[in-house]
T-cell receptor, first 112, second 116 residues
Framework: EDKVVQSPLSLVVHEGDTVTLNCSYE??????LLWYKQEKKAPTFLFML??SGIEKKSGRLSSILDKKELFSILNITATQTGDSAIYLC????????????WGLGTSLAVNP | EAGVAQSPRYKIIEKRQSVAFWCNPI?????LYWYQQILGQGPKLLIQ????????DSQLPKDRFSAERLKGVDSTLKIQPAKLEDSAVYLC??????????????FGEGSRLTVL
């Protein structure tokens, strides 16, 4: 059965800290790994990773995929209170229906 | 560019009543998804449309849930009769293409359902 496991489930840090969120996956016909940020509203897209070892970066956020060990990490440096959110990871299956297997998310709270 | 529109934003009903949610995807997006997100969990795909055809409805509880996308644009998700465990946020998402290569789904703000 396909599954995506995120850790930790929740995390509390202080502003300025660096955090690493983990996502491991077991997805048949794996094609891509996606990260989304969910605040009080809908999830918003952060990254899509398809190749192993190539870091994707957007400001203070970066992510990398390891297809051999079947995991991805999302790093956030110099955290701000606005980074407080649930971070969702999803494994994308190859094929025509683009099915995503979602993790439960990591709830991040950044305290001032 | 207008985003994915959903309504109503909030709905409170009693068990065994019915409810309907509406979604208007981003213009030109062929693929539309309905997800159910229970508090503390990741989104669960209920149904996926490609234009007006169903691609995946394997996790849709068909005895009480139904969805349609008649003209390949707007979609409606209905629950009848509702159960307590249907309390959740119902997220609609759309994407330009059904291929995995592009990856990005655009989500609406969700419809929060509370069943009493």
């Amino acid at each position: 059965e396909d599954k995506v496991v995120q850790s930790p489930l929740s995390l509390v840090v202080h502003e300025g800290d660096t955090v690493t969120l983990n996502c491991s996956y077991e997805v048949t016909n794996f094609r891509s790994l996606l990260w989304y940020k969910q605040e009080k509203k809908a999830p918003t897209f952060l990254f899509m990773l398809t190749s192993s070892g190539i870091e994707k970066k957007s400001g203070r956020l970066s992510s990398i995929l390891d297809k051999k060990e079947l995991f991805s990490i999302l790093n956030i440096t110099a955290t701000q209170t606005g980074d407080s959110a649930i971070y969702l990871c999803a494994g994308g299956k190859a094929g025509n229906n683009r099915k995503l297997i979602w993790g439960l998310g990591t709830s991040l709270a950044v305290n001032p | 560019e207008a985003g994915v529109a959903q309504s109503p934003r909030y709905k409170i009903i009693e068990k065994r009543q019915s409810v309907a949610f509406w979604c208007n995807p981003i213009s030109g997006h062929a693929t539309l998804y309905w997800y159910q997100q229970i508090l503390g969990q990741g989104p669960k795909l209920l149904i996926q449309f490609q234009n007006n055809g169903v691609v995946d409805d394997s996790q849709l509880p068909k005895d009480r849930f139904s969805a349609e996308r008649l003209k390949g644009v707007d979609s409606t998700l209905k629950i009848q009769p509702a159960k307590l465990e249907d309390s959740a946020v119902y997220l609609c998402a759309s994407s330009l293409s059904y291929t995995v290569a592009t990856g990005e789904l655009f989500f609406g703000e969700g419809s929060r359902l509370t069943v009493l």
